[in-house]
């Protein structure tokens, strides 16, 4: 056995777990998060637990400080706003670019669609039974939405894209505790907007992902 590789392997799993648990609420904004608890809740030694914790600082999901410890990061309206902003900034230009590679415009369409029959699985799911199947749900948006700029030819926007992405996605799957998932709406928004992909018009695409984005605003917290 490769020691290196199991614990590698042991610690992307616990990141997985607590993040998961971070994006939908089981770990709410603003909880202690305690080693010898997690310790026991994850099935995770120590050592794992804190380099975790500190992974998760960095990408914004956990908060800490000296003689208070990890603590979950706290929600606000700022915050969201912020996010939005910057979410809009990255895939519009992300987008754009995509789009302007024509050289493997192919291949990414083929992934594109390919992206867009899962989420539209989960998405109808969603309309079911929304507890059941969040977690998956979150997966296969994000995973759609990053589809869309992977096209861009540049690692350091999707980069970031990809982490502004997963930290407004911790918003939109809090808010399906408080009101109804947006549903045909956001259904709608996504078959529109590959359509409009497909058929190379780019300010149209430009404009729904913008509007589609900015509805993220009228997310309670």
Request: hydrophobic share 40%.
């Amino acid at each position: 056995m490769n020691i290196a590789v199991d614990r590698k392997l042991v610690g992307k799993t616990v990141y997985e777990s607590i993040r998961n648990d971070i994006v939908t609420g089981q770990l709410r904004p603003g909880d202690k998060l305690k080693l010898n608890e997690l310790k026991a809740r994850y099935n995770a030694s120590v050592n794992t637990l804190r380099e975790t914790l500190m992974r998760l600082v960095s990408d914004g999901f956990v908060a800490f400080e000296d003689q208070k410890g990890f603590s979950v990061n706290p929600v606000s309206t700022k915050d969201l706003e912020e996010l939005v902003d910057l979410r809009v900034t990255l895939e519009t230009d992300g987008l754009r670019k995509s789009m302007a590679n024509t050289g493997s415009a192919m291949d990414w369409k083929s992934r594109l669609l390919s992206a867009h029959y899962r989420l539209t699985c989960m998405e109808k799911l969603m309309t079911e039974d929304e507890e059941e199947h969040v977690v998956a749900w979150e997966r296969t948006d994000r995973e759609f939405h990053h589809t869309i700029v992977s096209n861009c030819g540049s690692r350091q926007l999707i980069r970031y894209h990809s982490s502004v992405t997963e930290l407004f996605m911790r918003y939109q799957v809090l808010a399906l505790q408080k009101r109804p998932f947006r549903g045909q709406a956001s259904i709608d928004d996504h078959q529109q907007l590959l359509d409009l992909i497909m058929n190379d018009d780019e300010q149209g695409a430009l404009a729904l992902l913008t509007r589609h984005i900015v509805a993220g605003r009228e997310l309670p917290v």
